[in-house]
């Protein structure tokens, strides 16, 4: 499947974007989007979000154990 990066906006709904991880960063930050998503066929998988202007990654429920 192919890998598709994108935003996902205060609605939770995934706008496909770029297809690297540094072009959905660069269009959420001129666009006001806070959060970088990755899309693999109907997944969709938040991956980090803007805080005070700096990126940050989301921990996993899995990292914690």
Same mark, same amino acid.
């Given at each position: 499947?192919?890998?598709?990066?994108?935003?996902?906006?205060?609605?939770?709904?995934?706008?496909?974007?770029?297809?690297? $991880? $540094?072009?959905?960063?660069?269009?959420?930050?001129?666009?006001?989007?806070?959060?970088?998503?990755?899309?693999?066929?109907?997944?969709?998988?938040?991956?980090?979000?803007?805080?005070?202007?700096?990126?940050?990654?989301?921990?996993?429920? $899995?990292?914690?154990?």
């Amino acid at each position: 499947m192919i890998k598709i990066y994108g935003s996902t906006n205060n609605k939770n709904i995934h706008i496909d974007t770029s297809k690297t $991880l $540094l072009g959905a960063k660069q269009y959420a930050t001129r666009n006001n989007y806070k959060n970088v998503s990755i899309r693999n066929g109907y997944n969709v998988k938040l991956l980090e979000y803007k805080l005070f202007g700096k990126w940050y990654k989301y921990k996993s429920f $899995l990292e914690y154990f």
